[in-house]
């Protein structure tokens, strides 16, 4: 593994990362212009409404409201804002404080009291709405967990367990959210219902492949009643990471932003497909880049997430098939753009094509650490976690595939592009 690698690596999951930002996200598609709201070309003239009230639920929830508010504070009367423990930065938490806001930070993936305690505060604040009244739903990844409101007879017991089950048996998001919805009255335009006959706006910064909004957060949303506005997505994550590694004079591709599938085939394909790819003989190397979300079938007991689980196949897959005068130069980074993968305080991890060789020489065998979903444990001890902490945003996952030009001036060049990238 060269410095130069890792650095690139490193470089280009920020591009993404900063692509990723909530508050700028908004800041793209929605605007104040006087006594109206413009967002993608459509005007709601404030003037309409005796008063306006912001919901924000999702791990981007905090920064996503401090940018409304600043729309709009002049205007709204209560506010309820949702994120995960640990997801609300001290800054933020003044911020929003300081105005009387609910803040509540819950469970996710699994739901907790805290979870049911924000439905409670998200129904309270809806009460009364008239015609006269704008409603600002602001929605990010992690919402169907961090805010529930079961149905008559289903207990918070009954939905955490039913959310552990879904979280292990290898279940997408598209199939977990879909019975999920069906327990809380919020999901499935649940809460653009409760809030009737008010006028209802969605900004919605996505974390799930191609953006359907009856998956989304169970579809909060969701209704023909309400407007959404699609403010960010992984695509954009992914795009922005594509041309960080053009600046670097790479050859950079998208591949897929539609990844899914358990996450260890994922990672043996992306290294094959890595160390397949050709470039041009006047670029530094190649660069391809994968979007989406994949899945883990838990069958042990060990600690990990399915970002740490594909760097892992793929760690072990450079291992068998990389040829060994290019091995210091390729490298696979994956990471939940939300700062966590599964039950860790990693985004994700990274693979090389000695990370096995190194880790073989601690005493620590990949294929029994894969096969009890541990992939945490075998990567921290050769430093190759991502720790990125809480990033206050989510769309999903990006997945870094990276093979450096092995050639000395080459790598001279990368060290003088590095320096001049944000």
Known sequence: MSIELR???????????????????IRRHVRRDGESLVMDGVTCDLRAFDDARLIAVGKASAPMAAEVVRLL??????????????????????????????????????PDEHSLRAGRAVRAALRGCTAQTLVIVCVSGGASALLVAPHAGISLNAMRAINDALLRSGADIYEMNAVRARLDRLKRGGLVRLAQPATVIGLILSDVIGDPLDVIAGGLTNDPQAHNVLVGNNAQACQSAAQAAERLGLAARVVTTTLRSEAREAGVQIARALLDADAPPTAHGVCLIYGGETTVTVRGNGKGGRNQELALAAAMELDAQADPRTRPCVGIAALGTDGTDGPTDAAGAMAFADTVRRAR???????????RNDSYHFFAPLGELIMTGPTGTNVADVIIALRLSDATATQSTMRHRLESLP
């Open 7 to 25: 650095a690139a690596l490193e470089a280009i999951i920020g591009a993404a990362l900063r692509a990723a930002d909530p508050a700028e996200a």
């Open 73 to 110: 504070d002049d205007h709204l009367s209560c506010a309820v804002i949702v994120t995960k423990h640990e997801h609300l930065s001290p800054d933020l938490r003044a911020k929003l404080t300081r105005r009387g806001f609910t803040l509540i930070e819950a469970g996710h993936p699994v």
């Open 361 to 371: 020489e601690r005493g620590l065998e990949a294929l029994d650490y894969l096969e």
